[in-house]
Nanobody, 129 residues
Framework: VQLVESGGGLVQPGASLRLSCAAS????????MGWFRQAPGKEREFVAH?????????????FYLDSVKGRFTISRDSAKSTLVLQMESLKPEDTAVYYC??????????????????WGRGTQVTVSS
């Protein structure tokens, strides 16, 4: 599975950004996928997760870091094999490199980076006035 992120940039506080992660090598509906981020000098942290849904028959469960709930939305576009993170009301503390991650099938601990087998190279998000 290859993952390529895009959509990062420099924005002002309160602005929006849409991150995309193009997946190849495996049907995206067969993957559990997530977004993580890492700020300078900090550990990589979980941001959002969308669960595997067999053949896309059922709505996928989603999980979020508490500090992004209500502001970020994770979704999957199976037709485009793309994972999306829509980010609203961005804050300076959201500044980080954002990484897309994937695992085949379900994961036991979606907030743990160790449960994911595939990673993108990241895209920089900077929120500053």
């Amino acid at each position: 599975v290859q993952l390529v992120e895009s959509g990062g940039g420099l924005v002002q506080p309160g602005a929006s950004l849409r991150l995309s992660c193009a997946a190849s090598g495996r049907t995206i509906s067969s993957l559990s996928m997530g977004w993580f981020r890492q700020a300078p000098g900090k550990e990589r942290e979980f941001v959002a997760h969308i669960a595997y849904s067999a053949a896309g028959l059922f709505p996928s469960r989603t999980f979020y870091l508490d500090s992004v709930k209500g502001r970020f939305t994770i979704s999957r576009d199976s037709a485009k094999s793309t994972l999306v993170l829509q980010m609203e009301s961005l804050k300076p503390e959201d500044t980080a490199v954002y990484y897309c991650a994937a695992a085949v099938g379900n994961v036991r601990a979606p907030m743990s980076s160790r449960d994911y087998d595939y990673w993108g190279r990241g895209t920089q998000v900077t929120v500053s006035s």
